[in-house]
Every structure is written in structure tokens, then in C-alpha cells.
């Protein structure tokens, strides 16, 4: 385990998956502790793929080959460098097991920088072969609902940075479909109930919002979540659980009926040889 700290916050990262594990400020733990009985995850990094693939397969070349949800980044162990007290970097790179079932030579890493009261995470992806690398990459941080005892989850609420429809594309068996609906919004704002999550997450496509705010009608905590450049955003929680997670995401789940094409599968990047691609979200804790 690797940890950052400055005067104002901490943040834990684990060479594991390099998964956030802790991220406190102002005597609060902000991020959700991996609780078994809902969910047992903090933070995990989804890559090569977001969500899920139709029968678990794609094609590429005319080759067929099978990968779980979110991609097998999350359950790797990546080697770690702690550069000082506010940075560290954690790498994973492409080997002959990788090869067998993603057949693409990458490097991989992610920086964690803390600054004041906000810690940042870039992503980087390094195209080390000499074919073009296709890759979708995201984020799923939990976040402790409520934020501080005493006070429910109902109290509180997301605010999106623009007033926009919030049009969800639905979900079933872990596919998008085509079928959309609408939100309840007030100014922007969601309020946050456990029912929201009961037919999956909330799955948004091209907002005009780079950031929301997670915060409460009842105390003066909470988290301004930014991530200008990812163009697809979940919002999850398992059924009545005391967390929510807040997902950019650089792709997204295949639609049920995808031809199973990498190539073709909405978000896919495609990165020539030699060159590298980057994005960076940012947690502000008040």
C-alpha cells in the first residue's frame, strides 16, 4: 500500500488493480470501504474494456476472445513507484498471458498526484506494438453515502455542472439498449435514493457536464468530481446500499445485437504505434 499526504488530505492506493482505497479529509472518509455485503470494491480501473461484451466475446482479426466485465486491469497486480509524499505511479504492462486473450502490447498507468484538498488520477495509455491498439478505459469510485453519521442517504444529492436533460440509456443483462428515459432533475441536481439503481445504472452519453457534485441538504461535506474528456458517465449503487459510484468512462458497454467487432464497438480509442493517449479526472473534497 502505497500513501499520499499532504496537510489536507490522504489517499491510500493499493499495487492491486492500483485501486484507491482511502481517501480522507476534514475527518472524513470519503470513499466507500469495500463492504462484502454489498459491494467489495473501492475504486476499480476498467480496462481494456467498460461494461460488459455481448456473450463475453469480441472479435477482432476474425479471431474471437473472451473477456469479463470492465476488462482484466482491476484484478492485476501493477508495479508501483512512489515518486514523493503527494505522487505515485502504478504500471502494468502486456505479457504473454495478456497476449493470449487481448492480443495488444500496451503499457499502462496510472499517476496519482495529491494538491491542496484534491487528489488527481491520469490515466496513460502507451501503444508498444506496431498495429493500432484498441482500448476503452473508466473509472468506478464508491463514495460513502451518507458522508457523515447520523444523517441519510436521502439527504443527499449530484449537481451537474449544466442544467441539461439527463436522458439514462437503459440496461438489460448488462447490454445498453436503445431505449432512453428521463431523469428527474431540478436545476441540475439528482437526489439521490436508493431506488434510482434498482434497474442497473444510470448510464448518460455526451453531456455537456465535465463535473458533478456530490454534497448534502444537511451538512457541509462533500466531493466536486471533475473528468473533462470522458464522454460517458455511470452512476451506481448496489440495491440499497450506503454509497454511490460516479463512472466517466472512455466507452462503454457493448449494445445488445453488437456485431462483437472491437473495431466497431461504440468508444473504442484507436491509438497508433509508438504514440500514447492520456486523461485525467480529479476529486475535489470539501
Not at 171 to 182: A, S
Request: with cysteine.
Amino acid at each position: 500500500m502505497i500513501t499520499l499526504n499532504n496537510s489536507q488530505i490522504t489517499a491510500s492506493i493499493s499495487p492491486s488493480g492500483a485501486e484507491l482505497q482511502s481517501l480522507r479529509a476534514n475527518g472524513v472518509e470519503y470513499l466507500w470501504q469495500a463492504d462484502s455485503r454489498w459491494w467489495g470494491k473501492h475504486s476499480p480501473v476498467l480496462f481494456p474494456i467498460v461494461g460488459s461484451l455481448v456473450n463475453n466475446t469480441y472479435i477482432h482479426n476474425e479471431q474471437a476472445y473472451t473477456m469479463g466485465r470492465h476488462g482484466f486491469a482491476r484484478n492485476r497486480v501493477f508495479g508501483a513507484e512512489q515518486i514523493s509524499d503527494s505522487e505515485a505511479v502504478f504500471t502494468l504492462e502486456s505479457n504473454d498471458d495478456s497476449m493470449q486473450f487481448y492480443p495488444f502490447p500496451f503499457r499502462f498507468s496510472l499517476r496519482y498526484q495529491i494538491e491542496y484538498n484534491s487528489l488527481y488520477c491520469t490515466y496513460q495509455v502507451e501503444n508498444t506494438g506496431s498495429a493500432v491498439l484498441l482500448f476503452s478505459v473508466g473509472a468506478h469510485p464508491a463514495f460513502n453515502v451518507p458522508l457523515v453519521a447520523g444523517t441519510l442517504y436521502t439527504d443527499h444529492y449530484l449537481q451537474f455542472e449544466a442544467c441539461e436533460p439527463m436522458n439514462r440509456w437503459k440496461l438489460k443483462d448488462g447490454l445498453l439498449t436503445h431505449v432512453q428515459e428521463t431523469v428527474p432533475t431540478f436545476m441540475g441536481r439528482i437526489k439521490l435514493e436508493p431506488e434510482l439503481f434498482y434497474e442497473d445504472a444510470l448510464v448518460f452519453r455526451h453531456l455537456q457536464s465535465a463535473s458533478v457534485t456530490l454534497a448534502s441538504t444537511t451538512h457541509k461535506h462533500g466531493i466536486k468530481y471533475s473528468f473533462p474528456g470522458f464522454p460517458f458517465l455511470g452512476i451506481w449503487a448496489a440495491k440499497d446500499a450506503p454509497f454511490v459510484c460516479i463512472e466517466p468512462w472512455c466507452g462503454h458497454a457493448d449494445f445488445a445485437g453488437h456485431n462483437q467487432l472491437l473495431d466497431e464497438k461504440a468508444g473504442t480509442i484507436n491509438l497508433a504505434p509508438g504514440l500514447d493517449w492520456r486523461r485525467t479526472w480529479q476529486v475535489e473534497l470539501f
